[in-house]
């Protein structure tokens, strides 16, 4: 493992019906059970799930890194679709990521998909734990 180049701290208290904030009190966030899951969904608030996909946003930068080593100029835009599921030993989580690309075709748009999937760290992270399912989106 190498040295952090940056951390992260956050604090939920109340599970997921509480809070989450973090130690830089930037993000400070109500969380409530989606309506999916059996709760009441208040209006307002959020849950792990749409945090887990917002943390996607380093995909599309992963995305940008790896068309610039290809001297690749692209506009990108990728949507991570996060569910819960239930499963023999519990629950657990799948990924639909969508990336849309300007500047590529549509070859190129799935070889830097699956470039940046090697690259993310949040798909490094869950590698073998978590299915992905990628759809590249190129002109």
């Known amino acids: 493992m190498g040295s952090a180049l940056y951390t992260a701290s956050s604090t939920a208290s109340g599970g997921r019906q509480g809070s989450v904030k973090s130690s830089d009190g930037t993000l400070d966030l109500t969380l409530s059970l989606p309506k ?4 009441n969904e208040k209006e307002g608030t959020t849950n792990p799930e749409q945090l887990f996909s917002a943390g996607y946003a380093c995909f599309d930068s992963a995305l940008q890194m790896v068309a610039g080593q290809v001297k690749k100029k692209i506009i990108s835009e990728v949507t991570a ?3 819960i599921e239930k499963q ?3 629950f657990g989580l799948s990924v639909n990521l969508t990336a849309k690309m300007e500047g590529v075709t549509q070859v190129e748009a799935e ?3 699956e470039k940046a999937h090697k690259a993310c760290p949040y798909s490094r992270a869950i590698e ?3 299915e992905v399912k990628k759809k590249a989106i190129g002109e």
Do not use: I, T
């Not at 999916?36 to 709760?39: M, Q, Y």
């Open 88 to 90: 023999a030993s519990g």
């Open 128 to 130: 073998g734990n978590v």
């Open 36 to 39: 999916g899951l059996g709760g």
């Open 111 to 113: 070889e830097l998909m």
């Open 81 to 83: 679709d996060v569910s």
